[in-house]
């Protein structure tokens, strides 16, 4: 161990000057956020739920939908077989953007 301990001094030092972790989710750019979006198509639509490629999700209270320009939507706007990006957060919906077909 008494070998190897300059070694570990030294890579806890420079991990510790380098910033310790890393980059941190928070510092990302919002692209590479949407690239960690959810993608599937919508194979239903109910008040509270949406079911995307056969799976139900809740949909948080609040949540917002967005169409592919931006523009905000009610739950009742999304029909089957729109193509959706959405987030989870503990099993619910809190952000979708939907790409209506055209």
């Known amino acids: 161990m008494i ?3 300059g070694i ?6 420079l991990f510790a000057v380098q910033g310790g972790a890393g980059i941190v989710f928070g510092d ?11 993608t599937g198509y919508v194979t239903g ?3 509270n ?3 995307i ?7 948080k209270v609040g949540v917002e ?3 592919q320009e931006g523009a905000p939507l009610m ?14 957060k503990n099993g619910e919906i809190q952000k979708m953007i939907v790409t209506l077909p055209r």
């Open 3 to 5: 070998k190897y301990q």
């Open 53 to 59: 490629d056969g799976y139900s999700y809740r949909i």
């Open 75 to 88: 739950v009742t706007d999304i029909g089957p077989t729109a193509e959706v990006k959405f987030f989870l």
């Open 28 to 38: 990302q750019a919002p692209e590479a956020v949407v690239l960690q979006a959810k």
């Open 45 to 47: 639509v109910s008040a």
């Open 65 to 67: 939908i967005l169409d």
């Open 8 to 13: 570990i001094v030294l890579a806890i030092t």
């Open 49 to 51: 739920d949406i079911q």
